[in-house]
C-alpha cells in the first residue's frame, strides 16, 4: 500500500528566511505527487504537482518542489518566507488507477516568525 | 474556477442524531470524497465515489455512510453521532483520469457531537 511520511511535525522559520519541507514516499509503481496547503479554517489549496517529466516543479506562491526517486522524496522548498505562509502544508501521492484517490501525510505545520 | 461547496461550516448535534453532511461540485467530476481531519492525523478518507450510485469504503468508514444521487452531489451520513465523530469533514472532488488527478477541496465542516 502507498504511504507519504511527512517527518517534520512543526518547523519554525524566520520570515524572509528560506524553508525545506521534507515528504517522503512509498510506492513500488511511479507515482504522481503533490503538496496542499490548508491555511486556518479554511479547506486544502494544491500547491504543485508531479506527474513526469521535468523532476523540479514549480508552484504557486513562489514554492517549488523537487522529486528524486532514489531518495522517494519529494520536497517543498521556498527561498524567502512570507509571514502569509504560516499554513498547514500536505503531501500526498496517488496512482494511475484509481485517479484522484490520494494518500496524504501528516501534515507539517509552518510558523513565521517575524 | 472549480468550486466545491459545503452546505456547513459548523454543524453541534447531539449524540444519538442522524446528521447530513452535503457536498456539491460544479465541475463535473467523476471522484467524489469524503475525509476526516484530525490534529496530528492528517486526513483520512472516510468514503469516495468514482460514478453516480458507486461508493467505495475508504480507510475509516465506520460510523458512516455515503449517497450519491446526482453526480455533483455527494452525502456523508452519520447514523448514530457519537461524540468521537467531532472532527473536520472535508469534502473533494477530481478528474477520473491519470493526468488530472488532483483534488479540489471544500472549506470544511467542522462538527461537533455533544
Known amino acids: 500500500a502507498q504511504s507519504v511520511t511527512q517527518p517534520d511535525i512543526h518547523i519554525t522559520v524566520s520570515e524572509g528566511a528560506s524553508l525545506e519541507l521534507r515528504c517522503n514516499y512509498s510506492y513500488g509503481a511511479t507515482p504522481y505527487l503533490f503538496w496542499y496547503v490548508q491555511s486556518p479554517g479554511q479547506g486544502l489549496q494544491l500547491l504543485l504537482k508531479y506527474f513526469s517529466g521535468d523532476t523540479l516543479v514549480q508552484g504557486i506562491k513562489g514554492f517549488e518542489a523537487e522529486f528524486k526517486r532514489s531518495q ?3 520536497n517543498l522548498r521556498k527561498p524567502s518566507v512570507h509571514w502569509s505562509d504560516a499554513a498547514e502544508y500536505f503531501c500526498a501521492v496517488t496512482t494511475n488507477t484509481n485517479a484522484g484517490k490520494s494518500t496524504f501525510g501528516d501534515g507539517t505545520t509552518l510558523t513565521v516568525k517575524p | 474556477d ?3 461547496t459545503q452546505s456547513s461550516r459548523y454543524l453541534v448535534k447531539r449524540t444519538g442524531e442522524k446528521v447530513f453532511l452535503e457536498c456539491v ?4 467530476h467523476e471522484n467524489m470524497f469524503w475525509y476526516r481531519q484530525d490534529p496530528g492525523l492528517g486526513l483520512r478518507l472516510i468514503y469516495f465515489s468514482y460514478d453516480v450510485k458507486m461508493k467505495e469504503k475508504g480507510d475509516i468508514p465506520e460510523g458512516y455512510s455515503v449517497s450519491r444521487e446526482k453526480k455533483e452531489r455527494f452525502s456523508l451520513i452519520l447514523e ?3 461524540t468521537n465523530q467531532t472532527s473536520m ?3 473533494a472532488s477530481s478528474l477520473y483520469g491519470t493526468e ?3 483534488a479540489f477541496f471544500g472549506q470544511g465542516t467542522r462538527l461537533t457531537v455533544v
Open chain 1, 72 to 74: 522517494s522524496s519529494f
Open chain 2, 2 to 4: 472549480v468550486k466545491v
Open chain 2, 25 to 28: 461540485q460544479d465541475m463535473d
Open chain 2, 80 to 82: 448514530s453521532a457519537s
Open chain 2, 89 to 91: 469533514y472535508l469534502c
Open chain 2, 100 to 102: 488530472n488527478t488532483e
